[in-house]
T-cell receptor, first 114, second 114 residues
Framework: GENVEQHPSTLSVQEGDSAVIKCTYS??????FPWYKQELGKRPQLIID?????GEKKDQRIAVTLNKTAKHFSLHITETQPEDSAVYFC?????????????FGGGTRLMVKP | DAGITQSPRYKITETGRQVTLMCHQT?????MFWYRQDLGHGLRLIYY???????DKGEVPDGYVVSRSKTENFPLTLESATRSQTSVYFC?????????????FGEGSRLTVL
């Protein structure tokens, strides 16, 4: 089955700096890669996703890049703000996985210092 | 309000007791999932369901039982709770039949087994 590894497990940045979180996956058939943000005590929520026919996707201050050959994808947050502080999860799934059954990475706790 | 709700939000029980966590969604999503969240492990899939009366095991199903007699409900039962089942449990739903799409999470149920 799919295995997703996420690094780093914690990341501390100064407000205004950029943050990068990296994930690797094992199943070359995986073709959908979402990122979820979980604020303290809240539910995970989708912030951005990318499919394997695209190399990069942007939404305002966040972007995701995908390298299918190397089987890794990354989340980039620019001009970080204190409200970006949260745990971020990457995930992967493939066309044969029923119902969008995701495999999640272990999470990255991002702390943005004002 | 429409959405996905879990109950109870907090539960303390003792080893050996049976516990049922409830999940209800109002979107008529075909797929529903139960994940557990533990520090360092991210979100791990326990069970999922493709439709009423169709359920299947995820990554960590041992010690858990599910049922889905109605599309909107997907209860998770710990038949004889153990301390290792202390965790935060998230129910989720998805309208996607296969290979990608947003998961909608409930608010979580924090279970402590003494």
């Amino acid at each position: 089955g799919e295995n997703v590894e996420q690094h780093p497990s914690t990341l501390s940045v100064q407000e205004g700096d950029s943050a990068v979180i990296k994930c690797t996956y094992s199943d070359s058939a995986s073709n959908y890669f979402p990122w979820y943000k979980q604020e303290l005590g809240k539910r995970p929520q989708l912030i951005i996703d990318i499919r394997s026919n695209v190399g990069e996707k942007k939404d305002q201050r966040i972007a995701v890049t995908l390298n299918k050959t190397a089987k890794h994808f990354s989340l980039h947050i620019t001009e970080t703000q204190p409200e970006d502080s949260a745990v971020y999860f990457c995930a992967a799934t493939g066309p044969n996985n029923a119902g969008n059954m995701l495999t999640f990475g272990g999470g990255t706790r991002l702390m943005v210092k004002p | 309000d429409a959405g996905i709700t879990q109950s109870p939000r907090y539960k303390i029980t003792e080893t050996g007791r049976q516990v049922t966590l409830m999940c209800h969604q109002t979107w008529s999503h075909s797929y529903m999932f139960w994940y557990r969240q533990d520090l360092g492990h991210g979100l791990r899939l326990i069970y999922y369901s493709a439709a009423a009366d169709i359920t299947d095991k995820g990554e960590v199903p041992d010690g858990y039982v599910v049922s889905r007699s109605k599309t909107e409900n997907f209860p998770l039962t710990l038949e004889s709770a153990t301390r290792s089942q202390t965790s935060v449990y998230f129910c989720a739903s998805s309208p996607e039949p296969r290979g990608g799409g947003e998961l909608f999470f409930g608010e979580g149920s924090r279970l402590t087994v003494l």
